[in-house]
C-alpha cells in the first residue's frame, strides 16, 4: 500500500550508496603488510595468495618427462610456470607468495602488495623444497592475510588462495576445516595437485580443482588460474558501469541489501592446537602482524548511516500517506 510512496527513497537511497561505494578512497594509500610491505588501499584490487607447495617431495621428477624427454624436478616447473604467468596480472594486482619448506625461516617470501616483477621473481628464484606438507596451518595464514587486506580495502575487490602441491596433508580433518571456514568467509580457493597417483582430498570442495601430471599441464594450469583472476578483475570494473542504470524497485531493494551485508573478516580461529608445523611461531606471528592494521577501518558506521535513512524515510512516507485525506 505504501510502497508507491517508498519507491523514491528507496531510489534515493540506492543512489546515495553506490555513489558511496564508488567514490570512497580508490587512490593507492600505503600501509604495512604482512611482513612490513607496503600494500595499497585501493578498494577494487584483486588479491591472490599463492601458497606453493616447497616440501622434500617437490624435489623428486615429474613422473612423466617434458616435451624435449628431459627429466625435470616439480619444483622447478612450479617456479618456471609463476615466472611465466606473472607477465599476464595486471598492474593493478595485489599478490603475495607463501612458501611452506624448512629451507626458508620466513615462509612470506614476496608479502601481499602490489606486483614487483622484479622482486617476486627475485623471491621466487630462491625457493628451495625441504621438509613436510604442513598445508593446513599455511592455508590460514595465507587466509588470514587476505582477510585483513579485505578489512583495508572495506570489503571491496576479491580474494583468491591459489595452493600448488603435490602430496596429502598430514591433518586432513583440520585441513576441511580450514577450507569450509575459508569459504564461508567468500574466499576462492584454487587448487593444482602436481603428479599426484590420486586426486588431491580437496578436489572436490574446493573452487577449483586442476591436475598436472606433467610438466606442460603445471604451466597451463597456473596460467588458466592466474588469467581467469585478470578477467575477473576487468569484468569487475566494467560491473560497476552496469549498475548506473535506472533503478526498479527491486534493484534498489536487492542493490542496499547487497552493500550492506558484509562477509565476516575475522580471522580463522584453530580448532586444535596441535597442528602440523615447521615454524608455527613464524607463521602465526606473521598472521597477527597482519591482523593488528585496520582496526579503525571498519564501515560499521556507514552501514548504521544506511540503516538510519532507510528508516528515516519508511516513517516519513507512512506519516505522510496517514496525513492524506481519504
Not at 154 to 162: K, P, Q
Not at 267 to 293: F, G, H, L, M, Y
Amino acid at each position: 500500500m505504501y510502497f508507491q510512496y517508498l519507491r523514491p527513497t528507496l531510489s534515493l537511497i540506492a543512489w546515495s550508496v553506490l555513489i558511496f561505494a564508488y567514490n570512497s578512497p580508490t587512490h593507492a594509500t600505503e600501509s604495512e603488510g604482512s611482513n612490513g610491505a607496503d600494500t595499497s588501499l585501493a578498494i577494487h584490487k584483486e588479491n591472490i595468495v599463492v601458497l606453493l607447495d616447497a616440501s622434500g617431495s617437490m624435489n623428486d621428477p615429474f613422473s612423466v618427462t617434458n616435451q624435449d624427454n628431459e627429466s625435470i624436478t616439480k619444483i622447478q616447473v612450479a617456479k618456471e610456470a609463476l615466472e611465466t604467468v606473472l607477465t599476464q596480472l595486471t598492474e593493478d594486482v595485489n599478490i603475495g607468495l607463501l612458501v611452506f619448506s624448512v629451507a626458508h625461516s620466513d615462509p612470506w617470501l614476496y608479502p601481499l602488495g602490489m606486483k614487483d616483477e622484479v622482486r617476486f621473481l627475485s623471491a621466487l628464484s630462491s625457493v628451495e623444497a625441504g621438509g613436510g606438507t604442513p598445508l593446513a596451518q599455511y592455508m590460514k595464514s595465507g587466509a588470514d592475510t587476505l582477510l585483513a587486506q579485505r578489512e583495508r580495502q572495506f570489503n571491496y575487490g576479491s580474494y583468491r588462495l591459489l595452493i600448488i602441491t603435490d602430496g596429502q596433508a598430514k591433518s586432513a580433518e583440520l585441513v576441511n576445516t580450514y577450507t569450509s571456514a575459508i569459504k564461508d568467509r567468500q574466499i576462492r580457493i584454487d587448487v593444482i595437485g602436481v603428479d599426484m597417483e590420486e586426486e588431491h582430498t580437496l578436489a572436490t570442495v574446493v573452487d577449483s580443482y586442476r591436475r598436472a601430471d606433467n610438466p606442460e599441464q603445471l604451466v597451463e594450469a597456473v596460467a588458466k588460474v592466474l588469467a581467469e583472476t585478470s578477467t575477473d578483475t576487468q569484468n569487475g570494473n566494467n560491473s560497476q558501469f552496469d549498475l548506473l542504470q535506472p533503478l526498479t524497485e527491486e534493484l534498489a531493494i536487492s542493490l542496499i541489501k547487497a552493500l550492506t551485508k558484509a562477509p565476516s573478516n575475522q580471522p580463522i580461529r584453530a580448532e586444535e592446537e596441535k597442528v602440523e608445523s615447521v615454524r608455527p611461531q613464524n607463521v602465526d606471528q606473521t598472521a597477527r602482524n597482519t591482523n593488528k592494521s585496520s582496526a579503525s577501518d571498519n564501515p560499521k558506521d556507514t552501514l548504521i548511516l544506511i540503516g538510519f535513512l532507510i528508516l528515516s524515510g519508511v516513517i516519513f512516507f507512512i506519516f505522510r500517506s496517514r496525513q492524506k485525506p481519504n
